[in-house]
C-alpha cells in the first residue's frame, strides 16, 4: 500500500505544537525565535522610553526642547506686569501682511503658565511699516485693522501673574504649521539638513560615478583636430576678455594651457573623479564641515564683500553633499560595473549611442542594484549630521546640548538625543528594507 507521507515526516499542524513542547509551554505559544532583531530592539527601545517618559518629567522636557514644540504657535514678546496688572507687549519681529490669532499667557515667578489672556485677532495690511502706534486693548474675535507691523497688544492681568508672553496662534491654519515644522530647529532642521544633503550627493555621486567608468586610457587622437580648434577659440575669447595677457609671454603660455588641456580632455574624467574620490574619502567628514564653516565660507564672503554668504545651513549642506558625494560616487559605479558588458554592446550594435545606451539600458538596472546601498548611506547620513553641531547649527545635538546647559542633567539631555537618533535610524530601516523588498527581481 502506498503512502504519499514521507517516513518520519509530522504533520505541519503539530509543528507549532511541538516546538512549543520544547520551550516548556502548550498551546499557542508566541514563535519568540521569529521574530526580527529589529522588532525585538524597537520593543526594548519602546519598554525604555515609555517607562522613562512616563516616571521622569525631565525626559518629556528634553524631548519637547529637542522637537521645538510648540508647532501651532509663536512667542512674539514678553513684558513684565505692573503694579496694577497692566502688561504691554509688542510683536517682535514685524508681522507680515495677515490676519492673526493673538492672546497673552500669564506666568508667574516661576515662569509657569497660569492662564491665559482672551484672544485679540488683527489684520496687518500690505506694506505697514513699523512704527509705533497705539496699544489695542480691547479683545476682539473679528479682525481689527492696525497700520502697523509691529503692533502691541495690552491688558490687565490678575493677581499671582508675574509675566506674560504674546503668542501668535495659528492652529487653525495648516500650511502655517507646515511652514513652522519646516524651519524648526532640532529634529525637523535634522532631516532637513539630511534630505537636502542626501539630494545633492546624489547629483554629484552619479556624475562623479558616470565619470569613473569612463576609460582610464583613451585614445587621445580621436577628434583632436576639433578639440584643438576649441581651443584656439578660447583663446582668443580669453585675450578679448583680458587686455592685460595680450603680450607675448601671457599669450603664448594661456595658448600652451589651454591647448593642453583641450589634447587631455577626454583622459580627463577619470582622472578628476578618481582624485576626488581619492582625496575626499581620505579625510574625516568632521574636517570637511570645519574646513567649508570656517575657511571656505568666511573667504567667499571677504572676496564678495557680503554679497555670497553660506554661513549656517547652506555651509553644513554643501559639506554633507561633497562629503557623502565620493561615497555615492563609488556606489554608482558598483552598480554601472555590475551591468553585463554584453548589455552595452547589444546597445551599442542597435544604433544607439553611448549615452542612450546609459540611460535606457545601463542606468535603469543599476538603480535596483544600489537602492540598498543608498539607503544605507542615507541612514548614515542622518546620524553624520550631528557633525554639524560644531558650526553651531541646532539640529538634534546641539539642542540636546542647549537643552543640558539650561537645565544641568546630562542624563536626561543625551538619552533623549540618542532615543531620538535610535528611532529615526531603526524607521528608516524598515524603509529600506520595505524598497528592497519591492525592487527586488522576481525569485530573489
Do not use: C
Not at 518629556?60 to 501651532?72: E, G, K, S
Not at 506674560?164 to 529634529?187: C, E, H, K, N
Not at 609671454?249 to 576626488?276: D, G, K, N, Q, W
Amino acid at each position: 500500500m502506498s503512502s504519499d507521507k514521507v517516513p518520519g515526516s509530522k504533520p505541519p499542524s503539530l509543528t507549532a505544537d511541538a516546538s512549543a513542547r520544547r520551550r516548556g509551554r502548550m498551546g499557542m505559544a508566541i514563535p519568540w525565535e521569529n521574530i526580527p532583531w529589529w522588532g525585538i530592539i524597537i520593543l526594548i527601545v519602546g519598554v525604555i522610553i515609555g517607562y522613562s517618559v512616563l516616571t521622569n518629567s525631565y525626559y518629556l522636557d528634553a524631548l519637547y526642547f529637542i522637537f521645538d514644540l510648540p508647532w501651532n504657535k509663536q512667542a512674539l514678546g514678553k513684558s513684565d506686569v505692573g503694579e496694577n496688572g497692566e502688561w504691554a507687549v509688542t510683536a517682535r519681529p514685524a508681522l507680515k501682511a495677515g490676519t492673526y490669532t493673538l492672546y497673552g499667557a500669564y506666568r508667574d515667578e516661576n515662569d509657569e503658565v497660569v492662564g491665559r489672556s482672551d484672544v485679540y485677532t488683527i489684520e496687518v495690511p500690505k506694506g505697514a511699516p513699523e512704527v509705533e502706534a497705539k496699544p489695542i486693548t480691547t479683545p476682539s474675535e473679528i479682525p481689527i485693522e492696525v497700520h502697523t507691523s509691529t503692533p502691541t497688544i495690552a491688558g490687565v492681568a490678575p493677581e499671582g501673574v508675574d509675566s506674560v508672553v504674546l503668542y501668535d496662534d495659528f492652529s487653525s491654519q495648516p500650511l502655517r504649521i507646515a511652514r513652522r515644522m519646516w524651519t524648526a530647529r532640532g529634529v525637523f532642521l535634522t532631516i532637513r539638513v539630511t534630505l537636502l544633503s542626501f539630494a545633492g550627493a546624489m547629483v554629484l555621486g552619479l556624475v562623479f560615478g558616470l565619470m569613473r567608468v569612463s576609460s582610464r586610457s583613451p585614445d587621445l587622437t580621436i577628434h583632436l583636430g576639433r578639440r584643438l580648434l576649441i581651443g584656439l577659440g578660447a583663446i582668443i575669447l580669453i585675450l578679448v576678455a583680458v587686455p592685460t595677457w595680450r603680450n607675448l609671454t601671457s599669450a603664448l603660455l594661456v595658448a600652451v594651457i589651454v591647448e593642453a588641456v583641450m589634447f587631455l580632455v577626454p583622459a580627463m574624467p577619470y582622472t578628476i573623479s578618481t582624485l576626488y574620490v581619492e582625496v575626499v574619502r581620505g579625510v574625516p567628514m568632521l574636517v570637511i564641515i570645519l574646513y567649508m564653516g570656517f575657511a571656505i565660507t568666511p573667504a567667499l564672503r571677504k572676496a564678495t564683500d557680503g554679497q555670497v554668504n553660506l554661513q549656517g545651513l547652506p555651509a553644513a549642506i554643501i559639506a554633507l553633499s561633497f562629503g557623502y558625494g565620493a561615497y555615492l560616487s563609488e556606489v554608482y559605479r558598483a552598480g554601472i560595473e555590475s551591468i553585463p558588458r554584453g548589455q552595452m554592446e547589444a546597445a551599442r550594435s542597435l544604433g544607439m549611442s553611448y549615452f542612450q545606451a546609459m540611460r535606457h539600458i545601463i542606468l535603469p538596472q543599476a538603480i535596483r542594484v544600489v537602492m540598498p546601498p543608498l539607503g544605507n548611506d542615507f541612514i548614515a547620513m542622518l546620524k553624520d549630521s550631528s557633525l554639524i553641531s560644531v558650526i553651531a547649527l541646532p539640529e538634534v545635538l546641539q539642542s540636546g546640548r542647549l537643552w543640558i546647559s539650561r537645565n544641568f542633567r546630562a542624563f536626561e539631555g543625551f538619552n533623549s538625543v540618542a532615543l531620538v537618533y535610535l528611532v529615526m535610524t531603526l524607521l528608516l530601516s524598515l524603509l529600506v528594507r520595505f524598497i528592497e523588498r519591492k525592487t527586488a527581481l522576481p525569485g530573489k
